[in-house]
């Protein structure tokens, strides 16, 4: 059974910082791409950031300088390090694993950045 669990999310002041985890089992972690999506109230879900098995990154034009994603494949696990949060990032954070066969959603986590 396959399952990616996110962890981190959480209210945090506008100029903070947060870093999301999403722990994967049940799936070859190594071979897969896996991303980061955010999705605001009222909005389409979008793509944050993106890592590939073989460690090339690509992010949303809204968060580069901003955010990193990360992957230990150790641990079955990739990370987002969010800094410099805005309002505007406010939104459910999913991960996604997939390749060319499958694709994977964990339940996301809620991201709030308020005063």
């Known amino acids: 059974q396959v399952q990616l669990v996110e962890s981190g999310g959480g209210l945090v002041q506008p100029g903070g910082s947060l870093r999301l985890s999403c722990a994967a089992s049940?799936?070859?972690?190594?071979?897969?791409?896996m991303g980061w999506y955010r999705q605001a109230p009222g909005k389409q879900r979008e793509l944050v950031a993106a890592?590939?098995?073989?460690?090339?990154?690509n992010y949303a034009d809204s968060v580069k300088g901003r955010f990193i994603i990360s992957r230990e494949n150790a641990k079955n696990t990739v990370y987002l390090q969010m800094n410099s949060l805005k309002p505007e990032d406010t939104a459910v954070y999913s991960c996604?694993?997939?390749?060319?066969?499958?694709?994977?959603w964990g339940q996301g986590t809620q991201v709030t950045v308020s005063s």
């Open positions: 049940g799936i070859t972690f190594s071979i897969y791409t």
């Open positions: 996604n694993a997939h390749n060319s066969l499958y694709s994977y």
């Open positions: 890592i590939t098995s073989g460690g090339t990154t």
